[in-house]
């Protein structure tokens, strides 16, 4: 069987002239009959089979060469109008590696004239919360006390122990609501707070690395296994702990 089996040219028929697309779509359907010829065939059996697949894998990688060299000249006008309408907006709303837009940059500015603010009310409101769970505590162990020590047969004891309780409830409920408030700016529909984000540093790598194999094994792991695969593709062997293993295929 022949390995490079012949084409239809364009407009063969009389219709209108193939696209580029349909051009490599019927070069890589030809030649990817012929592969599943070999497959059906039971696989190789003498050189010259050897060599006509050889040749089939030639035609099959220059194909491939063509239709990614249409794909590319095809995406061409698209690819340079998206690149231009991204420049476009990038100048406004870019915010990624490449640097930040007009728009991002105000955003940070407005964010980092907020904040100091907000953490001055912050502040404030967590000494208000704390002074107001002072006061819950307290009323509350004045309640207790007053019940505790009110005769069940004075009931004029027994009521101040009532109003003290009742004292004590309002004192939690103004606790609780001060706990919950936050510092905020709220002059649009989304309103400005703090947000709490934490950084790791590490300062004793022995330590961490003792930590982490004894609670994230698997990702010291992985981490470990990546590593081996670069060393190892990079050419290093006799790698304590790493077994190679020598894999061969048709390049």
Not at 233 to 251: D, F, L, Q, S, Y
């Amino acid at each position: 069987m022949s390995a490079a089996p012949a084409l239809a040219a364009m407009g063969h028929n009389g219709g209108p002239a193939l696209t580029p697309f349909e051009v490599s779509c019927d070069e890589i359907d030809a030649l990817c009959a012929e592969a599943r010829h070999w497959l059906d065939a039971g696989g190789i059996k003498t050189q010259v089979d050897a060599d006509s697949v050889s040749k089939l894998l030639d035609l099959l990688r220059k194909a491939i060469k063509r239709a990614d060299e249409r794909r590319a000249a095809e995406a061409k006008p698209l690819d340079d109008a998206k690149a231009e309408i991204q420049a476009r907006y990038g100048a406004l709303i870019q915010d990624n590696k490449s640097g930040k837009g007009r728009a991002v940059l105000a955003v940070e500015v407005c964010k980092a004239a907020l904040t100091p603010w907000l953490e001055r009310q912050e502040a404030e409101k967590r000494a208000a919360a704390e002074a107001a769970r002072r006061e819950a505590d307290e009323r509350a162990r004045q309640a207790a006390l007053a019940l505790q020590l009110s005769k069940p047969s004075d009931l004029e004891e027994r009521e101040h122990a009532e109003d003290l309780a009742q004292e004590a409830r309002r004192a939690e409920i103004t606790a609780g609501r001060a706990e919950k408030d936050r510092a905020s700016a709220r002059g649009g529909t989304r309103a400005v707070t703090l947000r709490t984000t934490y950084r790791a540093e590490i300062t004793d790598e022995t330590a961490f690395a003792r930590w982490a194999w004894a609670n994230c094994r698997a990702d010291i792991s992985a981490a470990l296994a990546g590593i081996a695969s670069r060393q190892v593709a990079a050419g290093t062997r006799g790698i304590p702990g790493v077994t190679i293993h020598e894999e061969r295929k048709a390049v």
